[in-house]
């Protein structure tokens, strides 16, 4: 449990303790996020209540054997894709509801797609945050807001040039930052962008 919180390493004790109100307190952390990241990859409320409730159960009947190297939020949103995936890839050998039977890669690959584009803003997010307070706030209102480099210098104050260096060790910055999370060509997209 090297990555799990310390909230979560107790709370997963507790579970395998055979605790009932841990498992409660897992449900009540859990279960919205849990229907949420279903019902964004299938759109249908009652399958994702129907899915978070399977993931959880089988957490419970799985606790006396449950290794978590991850963190509990991320292990659980793992095993409801994973479900949520099984579940469309069922349907589509169902052949007794055509009409209903869903394009399994096309609909798994949007899945995919979503979870990375979480994963990602996640990660741009965390990388903006971190860079030095100057950095962080010429990024920002260059990339994000759309201000130009002159607008920037204007409204802080500061030289067109000191805007560009700025510019340089943030983007410098997050490409370090991001790359070991991404392959090469999304982080040189992701760059060229922001450039």
């Keep these: 449990m090297a990555n799990t919180t310390e909230q979560d390493a107790v709370l997963l004790q507790e579970i395998k303790a055979d605790d009932p109100r841990a498992f409660r307190s897992l449900y ?5 996020y849990l229907v949420v990241t279903v019902y964004n990859i299938l759109g249908d409320a009652e399958t994702a209540r129907d899915l978070a409730q399977d993931v959880l159960a089988e957490l419970w009947n799985k606790r006396k054997t449950l290794e978590i190297r991850s ?90 040039k000191t805007v560009e260096n700025q510019m340089t060790k943030a983007l410098l910055s997050l490409r370090r930052r991001l790359q070991p999370y991404l392959d090469q060509r999304l982080l040189l997209t992701i760059i060229a962008l922001w450039a």
């Design 28 to 32: 009540d952390t859990y279960y919205r």
């Design 71 to 160: 963190s509990l939020k991320s292990y659980l949103r793992r095993a409801v894709v994973n479900k949520t995936l099984n579940y469309i890839k069922a349907r589509r050998l169902d052949f007794n509801e055509p009409e209903r039977s869903p394009n399994p890669p096309a609909e798994a690959a949007q899945a995919q797609q979503l979870l990375e584009n979480q994963d990602l803003q996640r990660l741009i997010n965390a990388a903006v945050e971190a860079l030095p307070e100057r950095c962080r706030i010429v990024f920002t209102l260059c990339r994000l807001e759309g201000k130009s480099h002159k607008e920037i210098a204007t409204q802080l104050q500061i030289s067109t």
